[in-house]
């Protein structure tokens, strides 16, 4: 008994000590493939070689010894797919408590069961931006992930050198929470506006306070009493300070140039503007304040600040010089970004070149990541996905996805049923006809029990 | 004074021919029709082969003839070398014209109170100016079934094309009453029922949907008796289901629903279409004995469980054909109709197979809906709904490039492609001079 106890005390502790342990790095040598790099064109026969989750070589015969080869001859070779703006993986996604909750941080929520992560990865993403929802002005931090499908440790799916991202919304969706649902400010898009520079002034003045006291610390004798710390207020200091990239969801052109002005006004280059529809209004200004737009490829009219968008969008902003990237915000889409990549070739006839670049190098610049993944080259990370034909095609079918050189979708050997958890909750399997389309307002419903329908029908 | 007076009227005269135009610039295309011939193109005909270099002559609003050497007469010409006509594709299932914007309950025109009013028809509600109708049709996607939504017997729902003033001028030829078959399935992923409540939810629901069924059995036996009764419009309604009048769309879904409605359709001597069967293809051999045809989609969808492998959605369609089912497309969208062709493309590429995923958008979709004698191929006498595309129209990098529809040739705008001709050079652009 003794004995008993003292293993599940061990086993405790075990459990309690946060993982430091490495994630897998994989070898692998992928041979013959039409490789699709995105940076330095297309490559045809081309083999690529990973080392120790590192794009070792690329180029034609190449050899390694104690490497797993491939044959992908006939296949298309493209970089993993990034999604910059995604709530898969994740328990929860709005705080939505405040029109300001910058101290909530999304990591704290990951969710490595989630089969979700598996269906991306069976659509060739390897790397999403799990963020916090739409209810607040300003939201959470947000966690970029690797999809390592296959873990119980949530930090084993962190991108742990990625950059620190915050989540921004603006128009409908906060308005409705705080102003429509709590009668607190905001309920207008010049509220939104308020809240986001009020948080910021108040941010100047909690870094002054701190400057003060540090520079009255050097005083000879000094005693000064520290400030309160108030993780909130430091998080918007870093965002002044350019050390973390807003992601905004937003839609209506006024509303995103009312950001870039006020983004402006505090010397803040870091945002990127997310959804975005009518971001082809303020294309020019887009291209010349910020780090671009992470748009649907053709969703709209499921809400009114969306009945006015176009499905060109990514055509105009991708013309007009905009960084355009298309993200998923959906479980569902998540699955086939290729595909809604492949959209904008049908409205605005971009070349596969742009296309593709919508859902690998450019989500890699939005996310602070570029540098590292989004692309075929020599030292970048092994996030790589084999198509059995061009991956823009409606016929494409993704056949293996790599992460960090690693194999974690093989449509051939995979097992159907994927789950590494199964609900003890659950008598029977529940059958779902479809996953709630909105995951960017999942979690507020408590706030509108009274509205006597579904707010939550169709509101990104 | 007189000087002034002349100065006026020299002034007016030199305005006039500017005060003759109207305030505007520009001018509207409207679709027109007349005689066309397409010429020049790659045929696609679904029923009947693909001819190669080939014309069709659209005249009277129907195909006037078709083949490699057909005059062009007095025919407007358009030229289609390289290019591809198909005939109009269907969408099996849409909310498009029923509702404008998503969340706002005033444009909801789908969804009545109640559970029993199949006599709701959707024909009526179907906004002919809706801004998604025109975003739709120039993707090729030219007939739609507009449906009902909601309760168990939520309403009747119409075919329509994408082009006219009025619902009637829309209107293709085929209505069905829709049944919600009672479901043992979630909604959705936000549906917190408990195990035994869903059960007991879809228990309840059988035993309504049986009393419901018997009185309106009676009521179309009394009506066939000549009895004199009191005005029941919801009976009424599906007295003609009863009668064989009208199908009945049994929306179905989850796999042990799909042989319960087998079941419950089995004695009874209806038109019965299913819709939905998200799950048939754990059951494909049952409905292919039943010999009840398909509505299925979208394709684009998470499987329904957890634990079945991640292209189950886009196999069912496939795996459906493949078991004898005829089977029809749909999007269950509204505003995003126009991706119906896209949920062929992966229904085609996960085991449909390109050919039968075409016919899962025409030809079988003509024939489940009773008009196969005007619509859902390129043949002579067949009305004149067809497309002119670059390519595989299921391929996103093909350009659609003439939509014809009952003869009419609609234009290749609408306020999506508007917002690009003004907004790909805005002007100003970031400065203002």
Not at chain 2, 213 to 219: C, M, P, S, V
Request: with cysteine.
């Amino acid at each position: 008994m003794k004995k008993f106890t003292s293993i599940i005390a061990a086993l405790l502790v075990l459990g309690s000590m946060p993982s430091m342990a490495q994630t897998q790095k994989g070898s692998i040598l992928i041979k013959n493939a039409t490789v699709i790099t995105i940076t330095n064109g297309t490559l045809e026969d081309t083999d690529v070689l990973v080392e120790n989750g590192i794009i070792k070589k690329v180029g034609k015969n190449l050899s390694a010894s104690n490497v797993q080869t491939i044959d992908a001859t006939g296949k298309f070779l493209m970089p993993g797919i990034i999604d910059a703006h995604s709530h898969v993986g994740l328990d929860a996604v709005n705080e939505a408590t405040s029109p300001i909750t910058s101290e909530v941080k999304m990591e704290d929520v990951v969710n490595p069961y989630d089969v979700g992560i598996y269906r991306a990865l069976a659509g060739g993403v390897t790397i999403s931006h799990a963020m916090h929802g739409s209810a607040n002005a300003i939201g959470g931090q947000n966690i970029t992930l690797k999809h390592r499908f296959g873990t119980s440790n949530p930090q084993d799916l962190f991108m742990q050198d990625a950059a620190r991202t915050i989540k921004f919304a603006l128009g409908e969706n906060p308005t409705r929470v705080h102003g429509r649902g709590n009668n607190n400010q905001p309920r207008t898009r010049m509220g939104v506006e308020a809240v986001i520079r009020n948080g910021f002034n108040e941010a100047i003045q909690y870094k002054k306070t701190w400057e003060d006291y540090n520079a009255a610390l050097k005083k000879k004798g000094a005693t000064p009493i520290p400030p309160k710390f108030d993780t909130r207020l430091q998080t918007l200091v870093d965002i002044l300070d350019g050390k973390i990239i807003i992601h905004c969801h937003s839609y209506r052109a006024d509303e995103i140039y009312m950001l870039i002005n006020v983004c402006r006004e505090f010397n803040i280059t870091n945002i990127v503007f997310s959804h975005v529809n009518e971001g082809f209004k303020v294309a020019p200004e887009l291209a010349e304040y910020t780090m671009g737009a992470s748009i649907f490829a053709d969703w709209w009219a499921y809400k009114f600040e969306v009945y006015y968008s176009t499905a060109y969008n990514a055509a105009i902003l991708t013309k007009n010089g905009v960084v355009t990237s298309i993200n998923s915000d959906s479980g569902e889409l998540i699955r086939h970004l290729y595909h809604e990549a492949g959209k904008a070739q049908r409205y605005g006839e971009l070349t596969d070149d742009q296309t593709l670049a919508l859902i690998t190098i450019n989500p890699a610049k939005q996310l602070g990541i570029a540098d590292k993944v989004g692309s075929i080259e020599e030292g970048k990370q092994g996030d790589l996905v084999i198509f059995n034909e061009h991956p823009l095609s409606v016929y494409a079918i993704p056949q293996m996805t790599f992460v960090d050189g690693v194999k974690y979708f093989d449509i051939n050997t995979d097992a159907n049923d994927m789950r590494i958890k199964v609900s003890a909750t659950d008598a029977v399997e529940p059958i779902f006809l479809k996953e709630h389309d909105e995951r960017c307002m999942h979690g507020v419903d408590f706030f509108f029990t009274n509205f006597g329908r579904n707010l939550f029908e169709h509101s990104h | 004074m007189m000087k002034f007076r002349a100065i006026l009227y020299t002034v007016a005269l030199a305005l006039s021919p500017i005060l003759a135009q109207a305030q505007f610039d520009g001018e509207f295309i409207k679709p027109r029709n007349g005689r066309f011939l397409l010429q020049n193109a790659t045929i696609v005909t679904v029923t009947k082969g693909t001819i190669q270099n080939g014309s069709v002559l659209i005249a009277n609003g129907r195909i006037e003839a078709v083949g490699t050497n057909v005059a062009a007469g007095d025919a407007e010409v358009i030229d289609c070398s390289g290019q591809f006509i198909y005939p109009g594709m269907f969408d099996g299932g849409s909310q498009l014209g029923l509702v404008e914007v998503g969340s706002l309950a005033e444009t909801q025109d789908y969804a009545e109170i109640g559970q029993v009013t199949p006599n709701m028809q959707a024909l009526v509600a179907v906004n002919p100016n809706s801004i998604a109708i025109p975003v739709t049709r120039v993707s090729g996607v030219t007939t739609i079934l507009a449906t009902p939504s909601g309760g168990m017997f939520p309403g009747t729902a119409a075919l329509i094309n994408l082009n006219g003033y009025t619902p009637d001028q829309m209107y293709a030829g085929f209505k069905g009453v829709i049944l919600n078959f009672p479901s043992s399935a979630r909604r959705s992923t936000w549906d917190r029922r408990s195990d035994e409540d869903v059960k007991k939810d879809a228990e309840k629901a059988q035993k309504n949907l049986n009393d419901i069924w018997e009185r309106a059995t009676t009521y179309h036996q009394l009506v066939s008796a000549k009895a004199a009764l009191p005005y029941y419009p919801e009976m009424e309604q599906l007295a003609k289901v009863v009668s064989g009048e009208l199908p009945l769309l049994v929306e179905v879904n989850a796999a042990s629903d799909i042989e319960l409605a087998i079941k419950w359709l089995e004695n009874k001597e209806i038109k019965a279409i299913l819709t939905g069967v998200a799950e048939g293809w754990r059951v494909a051999d049952k409905i292919a004995a039943a010999n009840l045809p398909v509505i299925t989609g979208p394709m684009l969808a998470i499987p329904t469980r957890q634990s079945d492998r991640f292209d189950a959605s886009y196999t069912n369609p496939g795996k459906m054909a493949k078991a004898g089912v005829k089977v029809v497309i749909r999007s269950n969208d509204s505003e995003n109709t126009r991706n119906l062709p896209f949920n062929a493309g992966f229904a085609a590429a996960y085991g449909m197979g390109k050919e039968e995923a075409l016919k899962a958008v025409t030809i079988n979709s003509a024939e489940v809906f009773g008009v196969a004698d005007r619509l859902g191929s390129i043949e002579v006498g067949k009305d004149a709904t067809l497309f002119v595309s670059t390519g595989d129209p299921f391929e996103t990098r093909s350009q659609i490039r003439h939509v014809f529809i009952d003869g009419f040739r609609v234009p290749m705008s609408n306020r999506h492609i508007r917002f690009y001709q003004e907004f790909l050079e805005r002007s100003p652009g970031l400065e203002k001079n």
